[in-house]
């Protein structure tokens, strides 16, 4: 599944991504380092190489637990968008985890991706709910959650292992019934009013 919008696109992650992978996670270490899921020892779990990595990911998208999306700016790779902890049943709901490189950091591209990723969850796939887990601290991804209109649905404390430790989380969530008319619909609508109040203002001046 390949979804496009206005140069962002978000497609399945495969092993030939795996050099340009390894130089952009080693380009961004610094950036990614505060905010990067860690195995906690209990887990057993060994560093995984990429191969692995996708192997795993590619495996859990057949069974309908996951959507390991890369995400491209006009076909360059930028970052990565992954639904997971698909639940089917009476849950009907997914996690969005996403990053990009610093260099295209604040071009509104990963905005746009959640966007993208949430109507394909509430449309083909037939989801009811997405949920986004952020570190109180991570001023950035707020940002994002804040913008697509995400409702905060709680505070979990030690939630998941990032970057070495038990870290407190905010949890967002969507609903379809949020969003009738699409997140990314509603999204370039917020845009679009956003620089109608500029031009106004500045028509004022
Ligand atoms: C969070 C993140 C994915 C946002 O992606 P993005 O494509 O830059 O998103 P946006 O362009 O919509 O910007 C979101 C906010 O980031 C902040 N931002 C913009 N440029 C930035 C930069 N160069 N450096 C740091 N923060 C920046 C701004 O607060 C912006 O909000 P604004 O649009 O109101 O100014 C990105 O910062 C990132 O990958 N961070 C590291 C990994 C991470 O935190 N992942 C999420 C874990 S929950």
Redesign the pocket.
């Known amino acids: 599944m390949v979804l496009d919008s206005a140069g962002v696109r978000l497609r399945p992650i495969t092993q030939a991504d795996r050099h340009t992978w390894r130089r952009v996670r080693q380009a961004n270490a610094g950036?990614?380092g505060?905010?990067?899921a860690t195995a906690p020892a209990s887990s057993g779990a060994q560093p995984r190489s990429f191969a692995a990595m996708v192997r795993a990911m590619r495996r859990e998208a057949r069974a309908g637990r996951q959507l390991p999306f890369v995400i491209e700016l006009d076909g360059r790779f930028v970052?990565q968008l992954t639904v997971s902890n698909v639940l089917r049943g009476s849950a009907q709901f997914a996690s969005v985890?996403?990053?990009?490189d610093?260099a295209?950091?604040?071009?509104?591209?990963?905005?746009r991706?959640v966007a993208m990723a949430v109507d394909h969850c509430f449309g083909p796939v037939g989801l009811h709910r997405v949920e986004?887990?952020?570190?109180p601290e991570?001023?950035?991804?707020l940002?994002?959650v804040e913008?697509l209109g995400f409702a905060q649905v709680g505070l979990a404390p030690r939630y998941l292992h990032i970057d070495g430790e038990w870290r407190d989380h905010r949890l967002f969530a969507l609903t379809q019934e949020d969003v009738p008319g699409g997140l990314l619909a509603q999204l370039e609508q917020r845009r679009a009013e956003g620089a109608g109040d500029r031009s106004s203002q500045q028509s004022q001046e």
Do not use: F
């Open positions: 950036w990614l505060p905010w990067d970052g985890g996403y990053w990009v610093e295209y950091a604040g071009r509104g591209i990963v905005t991706a986004v887990a952020i570190r991570n001023h950035a991804s940002r994002v913008k």
